[in-house]
Antibody, heavy 125, light 107 residues
Framework: EVQLVESGGGLVQPGGSLRLSCAASGFTFNTYEMNWVRQAPGKGLEWVSYISYSGNTIYYADSVKGRFTISRDNAKNSLFLQMNSLRAEDTAVYYC??????????????????WGQGTLVTVSS | DIQLTQSPSFLSASVGDRVTITCRASQGISSYLAWYQQKPGKAPKLLIYAASTLQSGVPSRFSGSGSGTDFTLTINSLQPEDFATYYCQHLDGYPITFGQGTRLEIK
């Protein structure tokens, strides 16, 4: 079955750290770009970070730059998000998301076609 | 950064109705726009990509249009399972952004 399964969420105090993991299965993980997207309780979707299929290109949202680190282990079909210096405003469900990216004759096709079920991170004292 | 503004934020409609949600980008994004549906407690689901291409398995009552800065998502003949929140997303470079969402509720 093609799926993404996140783990590692939980309750952490402000200033603390947490490492999220995402296990991919059912597809060739090392050929896909990957992202983390989060959603604060009752709020909309916020893109967090991107990593290319090789891991050579990485982007972050300004809100997490310098505090979060995205990485991947293609041998283990896994994506990670190391979150340091956590703040209350980082409280959210974090989704691991697969990005489809391909050239279609005249333009690029880009979209997020596979989402995990999400893992809840709560930052509170 | 590219900002996306969806309207309306809230929409009340009945089963069988036709509804349209709009998404306006702060600058031109060609056709690099996707639409997602999200139900409470669930992950978003891709409906439309490249502004107007229906994702495999998505019912044909969903359609998308537009390019540049103005886009629309139309749902024909609303079904009970369509009541959810809808988001647009631009994919014309990073940072990626989403619209604020449109909550579609049963009248």
């Amino acid at each position: 079955e093609v799926q993404l399964v996140e783990s590692g969420g939980g309750l952490v105090q402000p200033g603390g750290s947490l490492r999220l993991s995402c296990a991919a299965s059912g597809f060739t993980f090392n050929t896909y770009e990957m992202n983390w997207v989060r959603q604060a309780p009752g709020k909309g979707l916020e893109w967090v970070s991107y990593i290319s299929y090789s891991g050579n290109t990485i982007y972050y949202a300004d809100s997490v730059k310098g505090r979060f680190t995205i990485s991947r282990d293609n041998a283990k079909n896994s994506l990670f998000l190391q979150m340091n210096s956590l703040r209350a405003e980082d409280t959210a469900v974090y989704y691991c998301v697969r990005e489809f990216y391909n050239w279609n004759l005249t333009s690029w096709l880009v979209f997020y076609d596979l989402w995990g079920q999400g893992t809840l991170v709560t930052v509170s004292s | 950064d590219i900002q996306l503004t969806q309207s309306p934020s809230f929409l009340s409609a009945s089963v069988g109705d036709r509804v349209t949600i709009t998404c306006r980008a702060s600058q031109g994004i060609s056709s690099y726009l996707a639409w997602y549906q999200q139900k409470p407690g669930k992950a978003p689901k891709l409906l439309i990509y490249a502004a107007s291409t229906l994702q495999s398995g998505v019912p044909s009552r969903f359609s998308g249009s537009g390019s540049g800065t103005d886009f629309t998502l139309t749902i024909n003949s609303l079904q009970p399972e369509d009541f959810a929140t809808y988001y647009c997303q631009h994919l014309d470079g990073y940072p990626i952004t989403f619209g604020q969402g449109t909550r579609l509720e049963i009248k």
